[in-house]
Nanobody, 124 residues
Framework: QVQLVESGGGWVQTGGSQRLSCAVSGRTSGPYNMAWFRQAPGKEREFVAA????????YYADSVRGRFTISRDNAVNTVYLQMNSLKPEDTAVYYCAADQRAVVATLASQYPYWGQGTNVTVSS
């Protein structure tokens, strides 16, 4: 009963920056973890970044570490993914996910709540 809506996707030049947002609604109680996954054409869905309810235990895929930053503002129920130094390999549909477990997970199968996704296209 948690709804997630991503926004901020679009077209960007190689080396540019983009910030994705995930608005969370429907949560009534308990802490939850948030994560970003992505799926490129012809590839499997892959983990990008995750963050605990209190901002603890941030985790990044090796492919984005140092370039992407996940953050959250619980006051407005929003999770962000700041993407810098974008590469063509970052082109994908980006999904926001929520998990009610006590620990931060990096497997898609451990996240029961998902957004519809937002397209990010990086080109020269």
């Amino acid at each position: 009963q948690v709804q997630l809506v991503e926004s901020g996707g679009g077209w960007v030049q190689t080396g540019g920056s983009q910030r994705l947002s995930c608005a969370v609604s429907g949560r009534t109680s308990g802490p939850y973890n948030m994560a970003w996954f992505r799926q490129a054409p012809g590839k499997e869905r892959e983990f990008v970044a995750a963050l605990g309810w209190y901002g603890e235990n941030d985790y990044y895929a090796d492919s984005v570490r140092g370039r992407f930053t996940i953050s959250r503002d619980n006051a407005v129920n929003t999770v962000y993914l700041q993407m810098n130094s974008l590469k063509p390999e970052d082109t994908a549909v980006y999904y926001c996910a929520a998990d009610q477990r006590a620990v931060v997970a990096t497997l898609a199968s451990q996240y029961p709540y998902w957004g519809q996704g937002t397209n990010v296209t990086v080109s020269s």
